[in-house]
């Protein structure tokens, strides 16, 4: 590691961010989807939570994909131990929360 | 028309307290005092140049203690005044609904805007210092962070004086805290002054998380980290998957009190239990949070006036690991009672006193690092020895409480209210003012008097045993909290007088430590060498205060504790280094996290009234301002070769 790379980092511009625009606009287009396949369409309910599941799996790896530079960086290990945290709390706070609210539905 | 206008005064001000009346004199008087003495001393521009719009870490950091010690002010008489009302039975010195609120704002000061911005701020002055790097990863970001928090604060603070203030406990449980039950802006102020600050949290975890990721210097590999350091990238990775699902939960609650949304509501398909269950998801990492760092501050602490390298280096990292991972599966252990099944509760059970061993590990290194060690015992000494067996009495009754069965009886009592102050203070508080002591000299080039010091903590630290040892005892004996007064006869009389003595003699305590501050601001002693204390880590290799770009150069890292292995003559003169200087890239400093946090306060401030015609604005001046930041490109300077050797001379570094 050179001495230069140690100092604050620079800002670097590289023409118009194309990905983060098709992020944005599939993003927003995914989310207004899930709201209306949930309050517009009258499916029934686990049909509906497969769909909106699916479509939040989705979404997540625009933003990954698209924002979170997933596939850049030097150093893979950090990403692979970051997205394990990850998995490991969404899978705490969904099943967990599942499993504490059972009884009370 | 004059009617309308009163009816909307009596509505917008809070009225009918002397003391309200008293604290509004005072803001004005104070806020009056400021600008006179700014204008008068021709100091609006330093101000603005010096400290509104700076991102370097140092200054940040700084305004970030200064903060919190003022919002440390407020949640202590917020405390004394409950206190006060508890000392005898049936007293009248608040009412309930007064009492409802100043246990609320004390807890939510307490938490969130004082440890948190007392942590941030001690990180970002030692985290940069100790890597050897010349500022965090994104300044501009970090300077932000602080500006949202500030705003947030100010936003909550506001409520006592305006509007009136939240009353629904620290924690805001639905469905009291809903609207149907709690109508008025009080939550409104909660919801949307901790919003605003969480935003900031959540990126300052990001910049911290990225700036040790990738800004060491060359030859520190993780395991060659200082502890503390250590301590705060773990708390950042803790900061970035808890926080999100605090801002979801708020967003949640807005969403029901302002839009009349069921999220939270009995009715409707809602479920109130889902708060508790989001808001602790949260909730306990978040103790996680203001606790690590602080391990890490008396890691260092200790290991400098033991004179001795850290006993269990990595045995101590991976303990860390552990209570991060773990952290997030104990939340349930905070709603026992709210109607689990017994798989649920058994299952939170046990991982709760899973989280004690990692725990306790670390109690023991701590205490193996001082066995046989040539101790100093120094202000920021005893605080870290203190700690020690304080916050263990806080640990084990944690254990007792983690018995869900057992729970059953202690479950907000006073017992509990024990339990969470003897951790808090005894860690927390006790760290922090630990670590305010130690980096001082870091901060302001001197040091606080020690005398004044010992003091203080003397004075604090018997106090906050004089105030919470009894209290187990009151919580066994039936008393709970949150109650604004209790009859005579139930024998809990004399405990309560002798907490209430406890309370302020903690507040003697604090009010020597503000005494000191100032005293030695005039006549503390100067620290001309960069190394009061005899440190071990990078930070002590500059000078006191540290220069805007924290290293002429760069230090080249080869062991653990550098400092410490240089003066044992193993490695080179850190300070020294043959090659010529270069210029130095440091980045610009920007108005727009101010005017951005300014337009977040009024945003936040037109939805806590459900004024739409002033929030929206407020928001498209939040975008506004991302705009503005998107077109600069002129972001950055370098410093001249000469600047630095100048500078370097003046210090006594260039010879």
Same mark, same amino acid.
């Not at chain 2, 509505?11 to 006179?36: N, R």
């Not at chain 2, 602080?294 to 045995?315: C, D, N, P, Q, R």
């Not at chain 2, 349930?332 to 590990?361: D, K, Q, Y």
């Not at chain 2, 005579?488 to 209430?500: D, M, Q, R």
């Given at each position: ?105 | &028309? ?20 008293? =604290? ?104 940069? +210092? ?10 501009? %970001? ?27 406990? !620290? ?31 959540? =990126? ?10 990738? &800004? ?35 967003? %949640? ?17 809602? #479920? ?10 949260? /909730? ?68 709760? &006193? ?15 690092? %001082? ?10 000494? %005893? ?11 806080? /640990? ?19 017992? +509990? ?37 010992? !003091? ?112 044992? /003559? ?25 005017? &951005? #946090? ?16 002033? /929030? ?40």
């Amino acid at each position: 590691m050179s001495e230069n790379q140690n100092q604050v980092m620079k800002q670097e511009h590289a023409g118009f961010p194309w990905k983060q625009v098709i992020g944005l606009v599939l993003s927003l287009a995914l989310t207004f989807l899930a709201l209306w396949i949930a309050v517009g369409l009258s499916l029934p309910v686990h049909v509906t939570l497969t769909i909106i599941v699916g479509l939040a799996i989705f979404q997540a790896f625009i933003q990954l994909f698209m924002f979170m530079h997933v596939t850049e960086g030097t150093e893979p290990v950090h990403q692979v131990i970051g997205i394990l945290f990850g998995i490991y709390v969404a899978f705490a706070v969904v099943a967990g929360t599942i499993w504490i609210l059972a009884y009370t539905i | &028309m004059i009617e309308s206008i009163k009816s909307f005064l009596g509505y917008f001000f809070v009225t009918g307290d002397p003391m309200i009346y008293g =604290a509004d004199a005072s803001i004005a008087l104070a806020s009056i005092g400021i600008v006179v003495v700014l204008t008068y001393f021709k100091k609006w521009k330093w101000l603005w140049e010096e400290w509104l719009t700076t991102v370097d870490h140092k200054r940040i950091g700084i305004m970030y203690i200064i903060a919190a010690l003022l919002m440390l002010f407020r949640g202590g008489v917020d405390a004394l005044m409950m206190r006060t009302q508890l000392t005898l039975p049936n007293l009248h010195f608040l009412n309930s609904e007064h009492y409802n609120q100043v246990f609320t704002t004390h807890g939510t000061i307490m938490i969130i805007f004082v440890a948190m911005p007392f942590i941030f701020g001690l990180m970002n002055i030692a985290v940069p +210092l100790q890597i050897g790097a010349r500022d965090v990863a994104f300044p501009f %970001l970090n300077a932000l962070s602080f500006w949202l928090f500030f705003a947030g604060a100010m936003l909550f603070n506001l409520s006592f004086v305006i509007g009136g203030s939240p009353d629904a406990g !620290w924690s805001g449980y639905a469905p009291f805290a809903g609207a149907e039950l709690n109508p008025g802006v009080g939550q409104n102020y909660y919801v949307l002054g901790v919003q605003i600050s969480g935003i900031g949290s959540l =990126a300052t975890g990001i910049n911290f998380l990225v700036t040790i990721i990738k &800004m060491r210097a060359p030859g520190m590999t993780l395991f060659k980290m200082p502890m503390f350091t250590w301590s705060i990238l773990i708390t950042s990775v803790i900061v970035v998957f808890a926080f999100p699902a605090f801002t979801v939960a708020l967003a %949640l609650m807005t969403i029901d009190r302002l839009f009349g949304a069921h999220f939270f509501t009995i009715a409707a398909g809602g #479920s109130p239990m889902l708060w508790a269950n989001l808001f602790w998801f949260w /909730g306990h990492p978040e103790v996680y949070i203001v606790l690590l760092p602080v391990f890490g501050i008396f890691s260092e602490v200790i290991a400098t006036f033991a004179h001795k390298t850290l006993f269990g280096y990595a045995v101590m990292v991976w303990s860390m690991v552990a209570i991060s991972v773990l952290s997030f599966i104990t939340w349930l252990h905070h709603f026992f009672t709210m109607g689990n099944t017994a798989p649920v509760n058994a299952f939170f059970s046990v991982s709760t &006193m899973l989280i004690a061993i990692p725990t306790g590990v670390k109690i023991f290194n701590w205490l193996f690092t %001082l066995n046989k060690g040539r101790i100093e015992f120094t202000t920021p000494m %005893l605080w870290a020895l203190a700690f020690i067996p304080n916050f263990t009495i806080g /640990g084990i009754t944690g254990v007792m409480l983690a018995m869900a069965p057992a729970d059953y009886q202690y479950h907000n009592s006073y017992f +509990l209210v024990a339990h969470f102050h003897s951790t808090l203070i005894a860690g927390t508080v006790f760290g922090i003012f630990c670590g305010l002591h130690y980096w001082w000299p870091k901060m302001f080039g001197y040091l606080l008097d020690e005398r004044k010091g010992k !003091w203080s903590f003397w004075i604090f630290m018997i106090s906050f045993n004089i105030c919470f040892m009894p209290m187990y005892f009151l919580g066994l004996m039936g008393m709970t909290r949150r109650m604004y007064t209790y009859p005579a006869g139930l024998g809990w009389t004399p405990i309560n007088i002798v907490i209430t003595i406890g309370a302020f003699g903690m507040g003697l305590g604090f009010i020597i430590m503000a005494w000191n501050i100032i005293w030695s601001a005039i006549h503390g002693k100067r620290d001309t060498t960069g190394d009061p204390w005899g440190g071990r880590t990078l930070e002590w290799t500059t000078s006191s205060p540290a220069p805007e770009y924290n290293f002429a150069h760069i230090p080249e890292i080869s062991t653990r504790d550098p400092l410490a292995a240089m003066k044992e /003559g193993k490695t080179g003169d850190l300070r020294k280094s043959s090659k010529p200087y270069e210029p130095i890239h440091m980045p610009n400093n920007s108005g727009i996290p101010v005017i &951005m #946090s300014g337009f977040m306060f009024i945003a936040g401030f037109g939805f806590v009234f459900e004024w739409y015609w002033m /929030g929206i604005p407020g928001l498209i001046g939040v975008v506004a301002c991302m705009i503005a930041r998107s077109f600069v490109y002129n972001d950055h300077h370098y410093i001249p070769v000469d600047e630095i050797e100048k500078t370097e001379a003046a210090t006594g570094r260039l010879s």
